[in-house]
């Protein structure tokens, strides 16, 4: 039975993970997926990676072909969610902002630096039309520091995913003033370059048992009040969730890669370029 460590953000998206794991169809294969949740994100994914604290992570597009960039030893090995990540801006229920554009020069909540959070408030400047050098952060770890940060006043204003978000919304304890769609694939899966040398044949497996489950998830029956079950959802912001999420089974194309790559550039997120075999790794 080979071990593999394999991290990803306890939301929705990961439950066909839990899902293979539960049917035993990793098992059957001879392979022992330990799945561990990352409620901090990228930036936390990026240095298990780095430091062998996990061998496979799904992460965030942006966030990982940055870290690859900085030295990251690992590859890009498939898209997982082709469709873009809706990034909901929040800020405090009680606070003064009520318009994006009352945000400018405000202090925004992030989970790391290198994070999610961090990079796509970064996409949202630019396309305010606001000086990316006054953006300030707050790190707050985990979506409950967003809430406590928030509250008292320490950060503006927080960016996640809107519908993981949405309760605190339904609560009274954010309040939504925008979205911001990720300009590129939302996840992709990532392995560390030691174990994928070591292990191709594992990792080709893992991907083809993962895909059929996401090829098939929207027919799995009651999927929808499953989801809503699980991650305290309402039952109608899964099923609108359900409609834009896009799996895929395939890799990025170094096309495709070149203009992420380039936009990354052009927002001042990355510095320097690399090249596509030196990010993507065909299977």
């Known amino acids: 039975m080979k071990t593999v460590k394999i991290v990803g953000v306890p939301e929705h998206f990961n439950l066909p993970w839990q899902i293979c794991i539960e049917n035993g169809e990793f098992e059957a294969e001879n392979i022992d997926l330990q799945w561990k949740n990352i409620p901090e994100g990228t930036g936390k994914m990026c240095q298990m990676l780095r430091d062998g604290g996990a061998d496979i992570a799904v992460i965030l597009t942006e966030g990982i072909i940055k870290d690859i960039i900085a030295g990251n030893p690992s590859k890009i090995v498939q898209i997982y969610v082709q469709s873009p990540l809706i990034w909901g801006i929040h800020v405090a229920a009680k ?3 009520h318009t994006i554009k009352d945000l400018e ?4 909540a992030i989970s790391r630096l290198g994070s999610g959070s961090q990079l796509m408030a970064y996409v949202n400047a630019h396309e305010q039309g606001w000086e990316t050098d006054n953006l300030q952060f707050e790190i707050i770890n985990t979506i409950d520091g ?3 940060a928030l509250t008292n006043g320490n950060a503006d204003y927080f960016m996640w995913e809107r519908f993981m978000t ?24 990532t392995v560390r370059d030691e174990f994928l040398k070591k292990n191709p044949k594992i990792v080709q497996k893992i991907l083809e048992i993962i895909n059929t489950t996401t090829h ?5 029956p009651d999927i929808d009040q499953t989801l809503a079950d699980i991650f ?8 609108e969730w359900l409609k834009l999420t896009q799996w895929s089974q395939k890799n990025l194309t170094e096309k495709a890669f070149i203009k992420i790559q380039n936009q990354l ?8 370029k690399s090249t596509f075999v030196e990010t993507v790794k065909a299977m």
């Open 95 to 97: 606070s003064d902002f």
């Open 216 to 220: 098939n998830f929207t027919q799995i």
């Open 105 to 108: 020069n405000k202090k925004v």
């Open 166 to 189: 949405k309760p605190l919304v339904d609560q009274g304890i954010f309040r939504r003033v925008g979205d911001c769609p990720s300009p590129w694939p939302s996840f992709v899966i």
């Open 265 to 272: 550039f052009d927002l001042g997120i990355i510095d320097k």
């Open 146 to 148: 967003a809430v406590e």
């Open 232 to 239: 305290n959802q309402k039952l109608e912001d899964i099923q």
